[in-house]
């Protein structure tokens, strides 16, 4: 089983402890594995109790990922993983069929910062961008948006995620909303089953607060056009 828990990329949401625990008793009740991605949960912006990795409850029944391009540098694609032993000498021989390693130099570049800079001082750091980010993004909306589009709440991460009346479709909403130089990504590309078509994703952390109102108000406007057609 593959699961980001954690503030999850599109919709922002986390498992509860207690879905955490009971996910954790019911993989061991069965011959599964659970994949845990996690590159988000150092971005959280209120206590994070909560958020204990699935893995600590399954032992070797667990992988855990994670990444440094959401906490130090997106351009750097560097990740690293906890697993028992054995399963990282078979990922380690099909790391090495698919490209042999990681770059050395991203790898080198990341080593330097770790050890001479404080991650915790520059994750702080981030936290209260974000947040501040997130919570500009979700007055904007209220300002902005029809009454009828639904917004995640989330406690961390980079996205918002909204839906929209049901007989809109976002695919068609983002061609018009590209020509007021506004960009977002449609839900449906997050389902197997090509649902979700009134869905989609915003990112607040990578945009000034400035451009974040005036982007949602452009969005808005389009939003709001499209229900009244």
């Known amino acids: 089983m593959y699961a980001l828990p954690t503030f999850q990329n599109p919709s922002g949401i986390s498992y509860s402890l ?100 404080d991650l915790d001082s520059h994750l702080q750091i981030i936290r209260e961008k974000y947040h501040r980010q997130k919570e500009v993004m979700q007055t904007a909306i209220q300002q902005y948006f029809p009454k009828e589009v639904e917004i995640t709440d989330p406690s961390g991460g980079m996205f918002l995620w909204a839906t929209l009346p049901s007989h809109l479709s976002t695919e068609s909403l983002v061609q018009k909303a590209v020509r007021k130089k506004v960009l977002f990504v449609p839900g449906s590309t997050f389902y197997l089953d090509n649902t979700g078509k009134n869905t989609f994703r915003l990112n607040f952390s990578n945009a000034q607060e400035t451009d974040i109102q005036e982007g949602i108000q452009r969005l808005g406007k389009v939003i709001q056009t499209a229900i009244k057609s």
């Open 18 to 117: 207690a879905k955490r625990k009971g996910l954790a008793k019911l993989v061991k009740q069965h011959s599964m594995l659970v994949v845990e991605d996690d590159p988000y949960s150092e971005l959280y912006f209120e206590n994070p109790a909560d958020l204990i990795p699935i893995k600590k409850y399954l032992g070797d029944k667990g992988i855990l990922l994670g990444s440094f391009s959401k906490i130090v540098a997106p351009g750097l694609r560097l990740g690293w993983m906890v697993a028992n032993k054995s399963f990282i000498k078979k990922l380690t021989t099909a790391k090495q069929a698919s490209d042999l390693h990681s770059n050395n130099l991203s790898q080198r570049v990341i080593h330097e910062y770790l050890i001479s800079n």
